[in-house]
Nanobody, 114 residues
């Protein structure tokens, strides 16, 4: 299983980015997909997930600012990030989960300057 995360970069406080997670070799329609992040010196934490049925879940810290979505036909999951803050700075990882089995992408760096 290959998950390719992209879209990270350097953005100013209050700016926006959209992350993409492509699964070119495998369908994603049956799986819960998610975004996690890990800041330097901290544990990896959940950002947002979306089930195969489209039910979403967000960390409290990103509610109202981030939106996760999926396009099963394109085998891609997105994370729209608005009103970014310096504390959102981290490596963002894409995740696929099914019955407890997880796969991870390589991560994409997001840096928010104050």
């Amino acid at each position: 299983v290959q998950l390719q995360a992209s879209g990270g970069g350097l953005v100013d406080f209050g700016g926006s980015l959209r992350l993409s997670c492509a699964s070119p070799r495998n369908t994603i329609s049956s799986y819960r997909m998610g975004w996690y992040r890990q800041a330097p010196g901290k544990q990896r934490e959940l950002v947002a997930t979306i089930t195969s049925g489209g039910i979403t879940n967000y960390a409290d810290s990103v509610k109202g600012r981030f939106t996760i979505s999926r396009d099963n036909a394109k085998k891609t999951v997105y994370l729209q990030m608005n009103s970014l803050k310096p504390e959102d700075t981290a490596v963002y990882y894409c995740n696929r989960e099914y019955r407890g089995i997880e796969y991870w992408g390589q991560g994409t760096q997001v840096t928010v300057s104050s």
